[in-house]
């Protein structure tokens, strides 16, 4: 079974805090995804990679960057932590692009920005 | 850009009802159409998927869905629901050779014993 864990279940931090989120995946998948989830918007893409060193915008990227510096981790990077960035966010994985493989997800963080 | 439309932010249903949630996409290109569900408190999961053939497709649970092309449209069907399928629900899209997916804004399903 593919397993995508999250660093953390719930957070609390402050406005202007650097935060980082962390995801790691052991299926040695091609293809990582940040998503944030806020209640009757779905879930919105904030970025994605699909390889290591690479990043793509999703739709939602400002206010976050990330970092995959190996094929199995995939950080994502709130540099000054606003309170409208109070939300779940949730990592995914998938294969690779020729089998556009499902996503798989992890158990989501929940951030409070106080 | 793609969007994907759900109908209904929150169906009521007594439990042995049938059950049809709608899904809609804007996207005119080859597209890999996806319910996924989340019960309350677990992970996002798949439900089915749907990338070529038969547009009719079972997932897990009795849940199945149709792909009609000509509609833009990806419903999600149960005959027979039961408590343990309140959850939320939502239909994704992914257009063909492409990995980055959209999502609906969700379903959140009801059943009453």
């Known amino acids: 079974d593919v397993k995508v864990t999250q660093s953390s279940r719930y957070l609390v931090k402050r406005t202007g805090e650097k935060v980082f989120l962390e995801c790691v995946q052991d299926?040695?998948?091609?293809?990582m995804f940040w998503y944030r989830q806020d209640p009757g918007l779905g879930l919105r893409l904030i970025y994605f990679s699909y390889d290591v060193k690479m990043k793509e915008k999703g739709d939602i990227p400002e206010g976050y960057s990330v970092s995959r510096e190996k094929k199995e981790r995939f950080s994502l990077i709130l540099e000054s932590a606003s309170t409208n960035q109070t939300s779940m966010y949730l990592c995914?994985?998938?294969?690779?692009?020729?089998?556009?493989?499902?996503?798989?997800f992890g158990p989501g963080t929940r951030l409070l920005v106080l | 850009a793609q969007s994907v439309s759900q109908h209904n932010h929150h169906v009521i249903l007594s439990e042995a009802a049938s059950l049809e949630l709608g899904c809609n996409y804007s996207?005119?290109?080859?597209?890999?159409l996806f319910w996924y569900v989340q019960y309350p408190g677990q992970h996002l999961q798949l439900l089915l998927k749907y990338f070529s053939g038969d547009p009719l497709v079972k997932g897990i649970k009795g849940f199945e869905a149709e792909f009609i092309k000509s509609k833009f449209s990806f419903n999600l069907r149960k005959p027979s629901v039961q408590w343990s399928d309140t959850a939320e629900y939502f239909c994704?899209?992914?257009?063909?050779?492409?990995?980055?997916?959209?999502f609906g804004a969700g379903t959140r399903l009801t059943v009453k014993p």
């Open positions: 994704a899209v992914m257009r063909y050779n492409n990995n980055d997916m959209r």
């Open positions: 996207y005119g290109g080859t597209v890999n």
């Open positions: 299926m040695d998948h091609e293809n």
């Open positions: 995914a994985s998938s294969r690779d692009r020729v089998t556009q493989g499902t996503q798989y």
